[in-house]
């Protein structure tokens, strides 16, 4: 598995140039927006995505094919690509938050350290959400109509948070009530969700993927 | 004689094509071709002996051991070329080095770079900057340098020169000086076949048309060709497949030494292993 986990490393160091760009890019927008912390959010999701860039790759040289014709299972595929993302996600999460600090320091502002975290910690969920999402999808659709899969439930989960939100309103709930659970105790949620999340997707994927013809 | 591949009975079905039991036997020491038409079945038989494709029915011993069980143990013995999946071909040649290292505890570097220097392959290039027929040689060198004892090729030499493919035909060659090594080596190009093959396997429609060593293949089926008044005498038995041409009949007949002396005044040729195909499938049957 390991040789599987070489594989996505060499081929992200060829995405290397892009990252740098983009991820100083994002910087300057930080800087210039004065969004202290969405470095903290965005880069988790950013290098998240990636794991998409890697499917695709696979999908169109039939690596997966390939892949079982040597002494790998195929959960010993799958795991190695949720490890990559997951490692990806890890550092995207520390750029980000350092960045942010960074971003803080040159503007020589006050800006509590817990915000960043929390800010990192949504980063975090929406981008395992993300992942949980797309490599289900990929290995079951492909790379090509998975896309469109995914824009399909990403527009459905969209539909259903407006409806949510108009509904909370029309409960005359404080929409105050729920962010204030979700930056108090309720943050402690988000990780073990996060787990049972990318867990479940992991699952999936190995049923997919084991099940799969070429 | 021991086998390193023996498929029994596999049937895997597909909505608009049926591999129907077949049954398929690699011997030690030996290449098998496998031949047929595009879309006969035979990537379906490769693919079902890895676990590419479920079959529904059917057994797969490789090395004596049950494909279905030991998979992955069986995998470390052998070395498959498929027909269009490799590596991506934004890595390096060398990349190749550092992922199978992770990948096979039986991974010989030393090998994997003697092998890129014999055929002149950069390391340092990307595998897109290859040719096609390097990139070929870069799939085969690959499958070979962690000893395997079985290569499993779909395809190895399509595309290719004809030097090139002589290259790749005399790598095979010294693979098989090791009697505990075997290929199984599926191609269109028949012609190969007739120089490194040891055995045929014919798989038509789904179905093995026949399992046999090269020399009897080459040596007992014959092209009979005759008027349309000897066509009319011949026995129906002894016309496996028959082409009326413009002026004659082209009959593909078996054991052509015992048919030369039943009709002596026929002119029999030997038969190659492109026009046996070719007769097999665009031929017709007597009824």
């Given at each position: 598995m390991l040789g599987l986990i070489k594989k996505d490393v060499l081929l992200l160091q060829s995405y290397l140039k892009n990252l740098l760009l983009i991820t100083a890019m994002f910087s300057g927008l930080s800087l210039i927006n004065e969004s202290y912390s969405f470095l903290a959010a965005s880069l988790p999701c950013m290098f998240s995505i990636l794991c998409f860039t890697l499917i695709s790759y696979d999908d169109y040289y039939h690596w997966d094919a390939y892949s079982l014709t040597l002494p790998v299972s195929p959960k010993d595929s799958v795991r190695?690509?949720?490890?990559?993302?997951?490692?990806?996600?890890?550092?995207?999460?520390?750029?980000?938050?350092?960045?942010?600090?960074?971003?803080?320091?040159?503007?020589?502002?006050?800006?509590?350290?817990?915000?960043?975290?929390?800010?990192?910690?949504?980063?975090?969920?929406?981008?395992?959400?993300?992942?949980?999402?797309?490599?289900?999808?990929?290995?079951?659709?492909?790379?090509?109509?998975?896309?469109?899969?995914?824009?399909?439930?990403?527009?459905?989960?969209?539909?259903?948070?407006?409806?949510?939100?108009?509904?909370?309103?029309?409960?005359?709930?404080?929409?105050?009530?729920?962010?204030?659970?979700?930056?108090?105790?309720?943050?402690?949620?988000?990780?073990?969700?996060?787990?049972?999340?990318?867990?479940?997707?992991?699952?999936?994927?190995?049923?997919?993927?084991?099940?799969?013809?070429? | 004689m021991e086998n390193n591949i023996e498929i029994r009975q596999m049937t895997k079905t597909y909505p608009a094509f049926r591999l129907d039991r077949v049954d398929l036997s690699v011997p030690k020491g030996s290449i098998v071709g496998l031949i047929g038409e595009n879309g006969a079945?035979?990537?379906?038989?490769?693919?079902?002996?890895?676990?590419?494709?479920?079959?529904?029915?059917?057994?797969v011993l490789i090395f004596g051991k049950d494909a279905k069980t030991s998979m992955k143990e069986i995998k470390t013995n052998i070395g498959v070329v498929l027909d269009g999946s490799f590596f991506m071909e934004l890595l390096k040649v060398q990349a190749i080095d550092t992922v199978m290292k992770g990948i096979y505890d039986k991974w010989d570097t030393a090998l994997f770079y003697d092998y890129l220097q014999r055929f002149g392959i950069d390391p340092s290039k990307k595998i897109k900057e290859l040719s096609k027929g390097m990139q070929k040689k870069l799939e085969i060198l690959t499958a070979?340098?962690?000893?395997?004892?079985?290569?499993?090729?779909?395809?190895?030499?399509?595309?290719?020169?004809?030097?090139?493919?002589?290259?790749?035909?005399?790598?095979?060659?010294?693979?098989?000086?090791?009697?505990?090594?075997?290929?199984?080596?599926?191609?269109?190009?028949?012609?190969?076949?007739?120089?490194?093959?040891?055995?045929?396997?014919?798989?038509?429609?789904?179905?093995?048309?026949?399992?046999?060593?090269?020399?009897?293949?080459?040596?007992?089926?014959?092209?009979?060709?005759?008027?349309?008044?000897?066509?009319?005498?011949?026995?129906?038995?002894?016309?496996?497949?028959?082409?009326?041409?413009?002026?004659n009949y082209e009959v593909l007949v078996n054991d052509r030494h015992s048919i030369r002396r039943t009709y002596r005044d026929a002119v029999i040729e030997k038969i190659t292993i492109e026009d046996l195909m070719l007769l097999y499938i665009k031929g017709e049957k007597l009824c």
């Amino acid at each position: 598995m390991l040789g599987l986990i070489k594989k996505d490393v060499l081929l992200l160091q060829s995405y290397l140039k892009n990252l740098l760009l983009i991820t100083a890019m994002f910087s300057g927008l930080s800087l210039i927006n004065e969004s202290y912390s969405f470095l903290a959010a965005s880069l988790p999701c950013m290098f998240s995505i990636l794991c998409f860039t890697l499917i695709s790759y696979d999908d169109y040289y039939h690596w997966d094919a390939y892949s079982l014709t040597l002494p790998v299972s195929p959960k010993d595929s799958v795991r190695s690509k949720y490890i990559v993302s997951t490692c990806l996600l890890a550092f995207g999460t520390v750029l980000g938050t350092v960045l942010s600090f960074v971003v803080i320091a040159i503007k020589d502002i006050s800006v509590p350290g817990k915000e960043v975290f929390l800010t990192a910690l949504g980063g975090i969920f929406i981008a395992s959400v993300l992942m949980s999402l797309m490599y289900p999808i990929a290995y079951r659709f492909g790379t090509e109509k998975g896309r469109f899969v995914i824009f399909g439930i990403f527009a459905g989960i969209s539909i259903f948070i407006v409806l949510l939100g108009k509904a909370l309103m029309t409960m005359d709930l404080q929409l105050q009530s729920v962010t204030d659970f979700f930056t108090g105790s309720g943050k402690y949620l988000l990780i073990p969700l996060i787990l049972v999340i990318i867990f479940v997707s992991y699952c999936i994927s190995c049923s997919i993927f084991t099940r799969k013809e070429y | 004689m021991e086998n390193n591949i023996e498929i029994r009975q596999m049937t895997k079905t597909y909505p608009a094509f049926r591999l129907d039991r077949v049954d398929l036997s690699v011997p030690k020491g030996s290449i098998v071709g496998l031949i047929g038409e595009n879309g006969a079945g035979k990537t379906t038989l490769i693919k079902g002996m890895l676990g590419l494709v479920h079959p529904e029915e059917g057994e797969v011993l490789i090395f004596g051991k049950d494909a279905k069980t030991s998979m992955k143990e069986i995998k470390t013995n052998i070395g498959v070329v498929l027909d269009g999946s490799f590596f991506m071909e934004l890595l390096k040649v060398q990349a190749i080095d550092t992922v199978m290292k992770g990948i096979y505890d039986k991974w010989d570097t030393a090998l994997f770079y003697d092998y890129l220097q014999r055929f002149g392959i950069d390391p340092s290039k990307k595998i897109k900057e290859l040719s096609k027929g390097m990139q070929k040689k870069l799939e085969i060198l690959t499958a070979l340098s962690h000893h395997p004892k079985l290569l499993i090729l779909d395809e190895p030499t399509s595309g290719l020169d004809p030097v090139v493919r002589n290259e790749i035909l005399d790598i095979f060659q010294d693979f098989i000086l090791d009697e505990e090594c075997s290929i199984l080596l599926s191609t269109h190009i028949t012609s190969d076949l007739e120089h490194i093959a040891d055995y045929l396997a014919f798989i038509d429609n789904g179905q093995m048309i026949f399992f046999e060593t090269r020399d009897k293949v080459l040596d007992s089926y014959g092209i009979l060709k005759c008027d349309q008044k000897k066509f009319e005498r011949l026995e129906p038995s002894d016309v496996i497949r028959y082409r009326r041409n413009r002026y004659n009949y082209e009959v593909l007949v078996n054991d052509r030494h015992s048919i030369r002396r039943t009709y002596r005044d026929a002119v029999i040729e030997k038969i190659t292993i492109e026009d046996l195909m070719l007769l097999y499938i665009k031929g017709e049957k007597l009824c």
